[in-house]
DNA sequence: TACTTGACAAAAG
DNA sequence: CCTTTTGCCAAGT
């Protein structure tokens, strides 16, 4: 049986994709996480990369996302840049998040880590 | 159909 | 400590 990959449109599967989009509606106001972390959680710890990728696609559209809560392992807002509007360092600040030159300050206490948050058995 | 790129991360040298 | 390589999966060219 193959796994979560969608072989056509009509397939019910969930994609690596929606998984990403489901976890990072969960975030809570004034946290963050990283895309590792969420990878991780979606028993894909080495698809990090992807999941800025399924991020990437909700540009095209219309999203109620809070992709701006996501940045690197480093605290660092890599995806600064693919913003359309407002900048994700403006929103982070509105909710209490205290960034310096693109990076979070205290990252440790507002990170939100979905392994945990989510408890995982 | 094959090769390259991409909002990252961890391991290796 | 810094640089390079590898992995992951999807989409664009």
């Given at each position: 049986m193959p796994k979560n990959k969608r072989l056509h449109e009509n397939d019910k599967s969930v994609s690596f994709f929606d998984m990403v989009y489901q976890v990072v509606a969960l975030i809570p106001r004034g946290k963050v996480t990283s895309y590792g972390a969420i990878a991780k959680y979606l028993g894909a710890a080495r698809s990090s990369r992807m999941v800025g990728w399924a991020l990437n696609g909700l540009n095209k559209t219309q999203h109620n996302l809070p992709a701006h809560r996501v940045v690197n392992r480093q605290g660092l807002l890599t995806g600064k840049a693919h913003f359309?509007?407002?900048?994700m360092e403006q929103l982070l600040r509105e909710e209490g998040v205290d960034i310096v030159d693109n990076q979070i300050q205290n990252l440790s206490q507002i990170y939100w880590d979905p392994n945990d948050a989510l408890q995982v058995d």
């Open positions: 359309r509007g407002i900048p």
